[in-house]
């Protein structure tokens, strides 16, 4: 237990009665009292003939897409959520099922379905790498995995390294392919570890078996499944373990009960996420393409039946993403803030390809509609103004033209990529801040909504009770004089605790007034709303005794299109920063020159140097625009070409976090490598200035040497 007796601010809970862009449903809105199967079939027997779920990629996204979308409805999704229960039914109430799959129909009715059987559901994230996904199973001791075709191979690999696993149950039908890639990735000594007779016939430890979805029969299934809920359940009892996605090493297990997700899922979407009917009268829906692993998703999805709405899967793939948009048309988008910067880059690469004319058409009607919303903040609510509008009229069809609603969460979303959204989308812009300890729940900023500073994460949402708390005893900031300190939050939508080394030990994960701490620095405004300042463990101090916030350094280098990623370190026995870069190469050229470029290109050792130098300068522009002191420019960098880290699970989560400690382990040796270079630099730059200091201390005597010398040289 933390305990907490510090000095505190409390931050405003938003104002729904005047702010909110939508009317409250309270209908629509989940009951905290009840549990997750008896809230779905409120919602399934009131929109049985609504479609439900819509796929092009096979129920378990394992296959090529289709043209079109198929959609399952609320009525026929309950055979689907019973076929299911015949598969887990030999499980004991209280055992942990994981389910490791792309995002599909059969993920969701899956999660549903174990809820309805009091089987604690685990979702893994498919980017997890094998050593944490073993690690992750065995910490929750889980005696039954769930998994697509496509991700089966790897749980049947696993499985002998995972003794409390019982059952491999398979979305997909089984064959000999899947079989065979089992065989060609889990040898040992050109002998798999068991036999996959022993599997069907019982004889080994774990069980194979696949769903058996045959043709729906005319049978009531909502009727049948309603009947099979678990007696014993209550809004109390633990519903899931969710995993943190690992930003500091291995994922954490999280224990949340009924009343947790539900409570995050209002408090997430209250008069913010539509409700059943769009501004147009039609059914709201949605595409589904964060994973749904992650809380904010997860969350999302199960708020989605409470009010109705149609969820789009895409098509497992970020090439096809466009296509699913395009045909989908949502009415509602979520993301997270790296999401929407990439469509941000995308755009103005686009743009910049353009004439001049074009440009300068695109740039006055942005800047109108800038105004427009800025003197009109209602405005807002509709996200239009019809004046300009045909000028992004590409930009809305890219999001499939009927879009009315964006979210973004997890973090504060840069500045020119919330205007951009704003301004060009079409839609109402929300952005916000959740944990997944919190159950995805947090801060927003409503729609229109004057802004503080760019990292604005505004008020608490509903059931949230936040507060900022000193911590001037760990950073140099003091709440009472600096109005800056750590954010903590309490409510219902925190989470039961925190396996602690192994299931059935659950540590307590907040203070002894209840409160989680979140290890967020934030700064305080007049109207009680905060603004990110930096994460308390992410920053360093340099040997001078300089404090450095390494994200936001790396926040400076990549709001430039020729940073595509950075990694900035530093450390307290050096003077000075470097930076492990993802550079842009057509940005890079733009900057060295045609010649240079094909020279670094061919001898990157020998070129090294002189292209160093350059990103010094750029990279110090970058950082003294954002109001940087100059301790907090890089003095050396290592640049990779065109390099997407952001895919690589080693050095991103999921939700496109940066593995900070993960990423400065792998590329150790580059960075002693440009310490070394970067001290050498510094006892140049400091030779220099003592040179410097020196003639303007004693600039008489210096002048008087230098007119003896040269009459001295005139007398010779």
Not at 297 to 320: P, Q
């Amino acid at each position: 237990m933390i305990f907490c007796l510090t000095f505190q601010i409390a931050v405003r809970s938003h104002d729904f009665t005047s702010a909110s862009h939508l009317p409250l449903q309270l209908d629509q809105e989940p009951d905290l009292t009840k549990t997750i199967p008896q809230n779905f079939m409120e919602a399934a027997y009131k929109y049985s003939y609504s479609n439900f779920l819509a796929y092009r990629a096979g129920l378990s996204t394992s296959q090529l897409p289709a043209p079109n979308y198929t959609f399952i409805t609320y009525k026929q999704a309950a055979y689907y959520i019973h076929q299911i229960q015949r598969a887990i039914q030999h499980l004991t109430p209280g055992d942990r099922c994981a389910i490791y799959a792309k995002n599909s129909p059969l993920w969701l009715l899956s999660d549903i379905a174990l809820q309805f059987q009091n089987i604690i559901s685990a979702p893994v994230f498919d980017t997890l790498g094998h050593d944490n996904i073993v690690y992750a199973l065995n910490l929750i001791q889980a005696t039954c995995v769930i998994a697509s075709g496509d991700h089966l191979t790897a749980i049947i690999g696993l499985s002998q390294q995972i003794p409390t696993l019982k059952t491999i149950i398979s979305m997909d039908e089984l064959n000999e392919s899947v079989f065979q890639n089992v065989k060609n990735q889990f040898k040992q000594n050109d002998n798999l570890l068991f036999s996959f007779e022993d599997l069907f016939n019982g004889a080994s430890n774990q069980k194979l078996v696949a769903l058996q979805l045959n043709d729906m029969t005319t049978t009531n299934y909502l009727d049948l499944i309603q009947k099979s809920i678990n007696t014993e359940q209550t809004a109390e009892s633990a519903s899931s373990v969710i995993f943190t996605s690992g930003t500091s090493g291995r994922p954490k297990a999280l224990l949340v009960s009924h009343k947790n997700v539900l409570s995050g899922l209002a408090s997430l979407g209250r008069q913010f996420v539509p409700y059943h009917l769009n501004d147009k009268g039609e059914q709201s829906s949605f595409i589904s393409y964060l994973p749904l692993a992650h809380v904010f998703e997860r969350i999302l999805e199960h708020g989605a039946y409470k009010r109705g709405l149609l969820i789009y899967y895409s098509s497992g793939s970020i090439k096809t993403l466009a296509d699913d948009l395009k045909l989908a048309k949502p009415s509602l988008m979520i993301g997270v803030p790296r999401v929407y910067s990439k469509m941000y880059e995308a755009f103005k690469y686009k743009l910049n390809q353009q004439s001049f004319v074009k440009r300068a058409v695109f740039n006055t009607a942005f800047e109108l509609k800038k105004l427009y919303l800025k003197i009109n903040p209602n405005a807002h609510k509709t996200g239009r103004f019809p004046l300009v509008e045909k000028v992004f009229k590409s930009i809305h069809e890219s999001f499939g033209g009927n879009l009315e609603f964006i979210v973004s969460g997890s973090s504060s979303l840069q500045k020119e990529v919330r205007e951009f959204l704003e301004v060009c989308s079409g839609a109402r812009v929300t952005t916000g801040y959740g944990l997944t300890e919190a159950n995805s729940a947090g801060l927003y900023n409503y729609c229109g909504q004057k802004y503080n500073s760019a990292n604005q994460l505004g008020f608490s949402s509903y059931l949230v009770n936040a507060e900022v708390v000193d911590k001037s005893d760990v950073c140099e900031f003091n709440l009472e004089k600096d109005k800056i300190g750590e954010l903590v939050i309490s409510g219902p939508i925190i989470a039961i605790g925190q396996v602690d080394g192994k299931w059935g030990s659950i540590k307590k994960i907040t203070d002894d007034r209840d409160f989680y701490h979140t290890g967020d620095l934030v700064t305080i405004h007049k109207d009680h709303s905060v603004s990110f300042l930096r994460r308390i463990g992410l920053v360093t101090k340099l040997q001078q005794g300089e404090f450095v916030d390494l994200e936001a350094v790396e926040s400076a280098l990549e709001s430039s299109s020729l940073f595509t990623s950075a990694l900035v370190h530093g450390e307290s026995d050096k003077s000075a920063l470097v930076c492990i870069a993802s550079v842009s190469s057509s940005q890079l050229q733009n900057i060295l020159g045609d010649s240079l470029f094909e020279l670094y290109k061919e001898q990157p050792n020998n070129y090294w140097s002189q292209v160093d130098d350059i990103l010094v300068k750029e990279g110090e522009k970058l950082v003294k625009q954002r109001g940087l002191k100059g301790f907090n420019v890089p003095r050396a960098y290592n640049i990779y070409l065109n390099t997407d880290w952001t895919s690589n699970p080693q050095f991103y989560t999921p939700s496109q976090k940066k593995k900070h400690y993960a990423m400065v382990s792998a590329f150790k040796k580059e960075l002693d490598v440009l310490f070394a270079h970067s001290e050498n630099s510094d006892v140049q730059i400091n030779y220099t200035k003592n040179v410097y200091n020196f003639i303007v201390d004693h600039k008489f005597m210096v002048i008087l040497i230098l007119v003896l010398v040269l009459m001295f040289k005139i007398m010779k």
